[in-house]
């Protein structure tokens, strides 16, 4: 079956833009994550949704938000753009039940970059 | 906050060498500890999590408590191995936490 896809691959932007991702998860998955992923941070969560709702949010300012959708397609949302905010973005599924941790599959990205 | 540790960025090693990447971690509980392994051009995938207690492609890993390690073992590396390795544990729900990663080159 058909892997996590991420639109678009690549972004340039300028500062002060805003910028929206999009996350399309593996059929029958209802749990989509984002990550940032940067040389000097490495990889930080940065949300979680499931069934149309946040359930977990990383330690990132308001400018950073999502959402998802019935389908389960999620996209995130940058305002204000700033040059920290050159990254990779990854987007990654899951089933995700009430136990143990269901495996996390990861798409391949948004290169984010900001001028 | 959990941290992960990951203390070599780098490591070489020759093919046939055993290859043990470390970590360690910080977790005021009972730890749910993963391998993901990135490989070159392909997207980051789960190796192995310490619940299952098996072993992928070689690779072993073993949650030790007393010493908050999950180090990642293979006897003999071969030159498929080299990728970008992380250690990752999970926060409540899907939050993964990651460490820094430790790229591992096999030479031949």
């Known amino acids: 079956k058909a892997g996590v896809t991420q639109t678009p691959r690549y972004l340039i932007k300028t500062r002060g833009q805003q910028v929206t991702l999009s996350c399309s998860p593996i059929s029958g998955h209802r749990s989509v994550s984002w990550y940032q992923q940067t040389p000097g941070q490495g990889l930080q969560f940065l949300f979680e949704?499931?069934?149309?709702?946040?359930?977990n949010k990383g330690n990132f300012p308001g400018r950073f938000s999502g959402r998802q959708f019935s389908n389960s397609r999620s996209e995130m949302n940058v305002s204000t753009l700033e040059l920290g905010d050159s990254a990779l973005y990854l987007c990654?599924?899951?089933?995700?039940?009430?136990?143990?941790?269901?495996?996390?599959?990861f798409g391949p990205g948004t290169r984010l970059t900001v001028l | 906050a959990q941290r992960v540790t990951q203390p070599e960025k780098l490591l070489s090693v020759f093919k046939g060498a055993p290859v043990e990447l470390k970590c360690n971690y910080s977790?005021?509980?009972?730890?749910?500890l993963f391998w993901y392994v990135q490989y070159s051009r392909q997207r980051l995938q789960l190796l192995l999590r310490?619940?299952s207690r098996e072993s992928i492609k070689g690779f072993t890993a073993d949650l030790n408590k007393g010493e908050t390690s999950f180090h990642l073992k293979k006897p003999f590396a071969q030159e498929e191995d080299s990728a970008m390795y992380y250690c990752v544990t999970n926060n409540a729900g899907n939050m993964l936490t990651f460490g820094g990663g430790t790229r591992l080159m096999v030479k031949p």
């Open positions: 310490h619940i």
């Open positions: 949704y499931f069934s149309e709702t946040q359930r």
């Open positions: 990654a599924s899951s089933r995700r039940t009430d136990r143990a941790t269901d495996t996390q599959y």
């Open positions: 977790y005021s509980g009972s730890p749910e």
